[in-house]
């Protein structure tokens, strides 16, 4: 008592989709998920750059009054030069340094305070990729910034 020819090949393709299925997912286990996750490789300048940028919040940006706050408001940084940006609070109020749209660094993670910046206290975070950011602060939404991260003319 044999089995027909066909029902064979039925179940050694069988065999193979399992087989294929299986190798497919070691695959993504092994290689793809690890990939994925892993830090891309920054050059050193740019994790360690010689220079730094700083945005003054100066007194009185509570105020909606004062649009002045985030100073200067616009500003642009070369990674590898001066993207280490340093948010110093010389106001008499707490403030919050917060991306309008959630912004994760590829290197360094999510940007923006962890909580409030306490009058004299300082926020600071190495950037390394190219981006264009706009912020404000919780508290007070009518201050508003944008940080803008470009190449810096000795990294490319
Ligand atoms: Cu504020």
């Known amino acids: 008592m044999s089995l027909p020819s066909s029902s064979h090949a039925y179940g050694i393709g069988l065999i193979a989709v399992i087989i294929g299925a299986a190798l497919g997912v070691s695959y993504?286990?092994?290689?793809?998920i690890p990939e994925f996750n892993a830090k891309p490789i920054i050059p050193d300048k740019v994790l360690h750059p010689s220079d730094t940028t700083t945005i003054i919040i100066i007194p009185g940006s509570e105020n909606p009054s004062q649009t002045q706050n985030f100073t200067p408001k616009t500003i642009t940084t070369q990674l590898?030069?001066?993207?280490?940006?340093?948010?110093?609070?010389?106001?008499?109020?707490?403030?919050?340094?917060?991306?309008?749209?959630?912004?994760?660094?590829?290197?360094?993670?999510?940007?923006?305070?962890?909580?409030?910046?306490?009058?004299?206290?300082?926020?600071?975070?190495?950037?390394?990729?190219?981006?264009?950011?706009?912020?404000?602060?919780?508290?007070?939404?009518?201050?508003?910034?944008?940080?803008?991260?470009?190449?810096?003319?000795?990294?490319?």
Not at 94 to 100: L, R
Not at 114 to 125: H, S
Request: hydrophobic share 35%; net charge negative; with cysteine.
């Open 28 to 32: 993504y286990q092994l290689y793809y």
């Open 80 to 156: 590898g030069v001066n993207n280490l940006v340093i948010w110093k609070n010389t106001s008499e109020a707490a403030h919050t340094v917060t991306p309008d749209k959630p912004f994760k660094d590829g290197y360094n993670g999510a940007f923006g305070s962890p909580g409030v910046i306490k009058p004299g206290a300082t926020y600071q975070f190495v950037f390394t990729q190219e981006a264009v950011i706009p912020y404000h602060c919780e508290p007070h939404p009518w201050m508003t910034g944008t940080i803008t991260i470009v190449h810096g003319a000795t990294t490319s």
